[in-house]
């Protein structure tokens, strides 16, 4: 199986062993080896993404510092994506029946949007101020270099 494990910390989620019991909850065992996860500190305003003709998930890298119970659920939300794909083809509706099926078998209930109060996620203000802070630093290295200059 094609899974990478997060640099960051070594995950106690075994990411192979839960997308094994998933699939084969939803008699798509041949689904699991080859699905690949990957982790994306990239990704700051969702927690999962997945990409079913790739059988690829991808999951925000600030979720690992959350609960081993949320990542196991961003998890298995987007396994049952590429469950619903695999198994009743591309033109169901994302979160539909066939979706919502799955994560309930999984033992999860098919709610979409996730508790987010325990996340932290990176904040967005930080990063502005921390633009404009470049921006000022370099305006201000300009008018220097202009005084230099004479
Ligand atoms: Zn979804």
């Not at 106690?12 to 699939?23: F, G, P």
């Not at 998930?57 to 695999?86: G, K, M, P, T, Y």
């Not at 932290?120 to 305006?139: D, M, N, Q, Y």
Request: net charge positive; proline share 5%.
């Amino acid at each position: 199986m094609a899974a990478t494990v997060p640099i960051r910390r070594q995950l106690s989620v075994d990411i192979h062993r839960a997308l094994q019991s998933w699939c084969h909850v939803w008699a798509a065992d041949d689904l699991a080896a080859q699905i690949t996860v990957e982790f994306s500190s990239r990704m700051t305003r969702s927690l999962g993404r997945c990409y079913p003709e790739r059988n690829l998930i991808r999951i925000a890298q600030f979720v690992l510092e959350d609960s081993d119970a949320l990542v196991q659920e961003v998890l298995c939300h987007e396994a049952a994506h590429l469950a619903a794909h695999h198994l009743h083809g591309s033109s169901i509706r994302p979160h539909g029946p066939e979706w919502k099926a799955l994560m309930l078998m999984a033992g999860y209930p098919p709610t979409v949007r996730f508790k987010l109060a325990a996340i932290s996620r990176p904040p967005v203000k930080a990063r502005r101020r921390r633009t404009l802070v470049a921006i000022i630093e370099g305006l201000r290295k300009e008018i220097l270099k202009g005084l230099a200059r004479g």
